[in-house]
């Protein structure tokens, strides 16, 4: 049987920590920065961990984990 491939989309957009949670990029922050306060910029940067556990089970899934 072959193996599973994983998702490349989603091996770009989400990483897994060692704990198990799925951590994904805040949205908000590609484009017309210029008016956004630095401080938002700021929060933006950091990784957020999926707030769903069944998005996180799906995700997982993509990755072939």
Do not use: C, Y
């Not at 994904?24 to 956004?36: D, G, V």
């Amino acid at each position: 049987m072959p193996k599973q491939k994983t998702h490349s989309g989603s091996k770009d957009r989400f990483r897994v920590t060692r704990t198990g949670k799925v951590m994904h990029r805040r949205q908000n922050r590609n484009h017309l920065a210029e008016h956004k306060p630095q401080r938002r910029k700021l929060r933006l940067r950091r990784d957020e961990a999926l707030s769903s556990a069944k998005e996180a089970r799906n995700i997982k899934r993509m990755l072939g984990q």
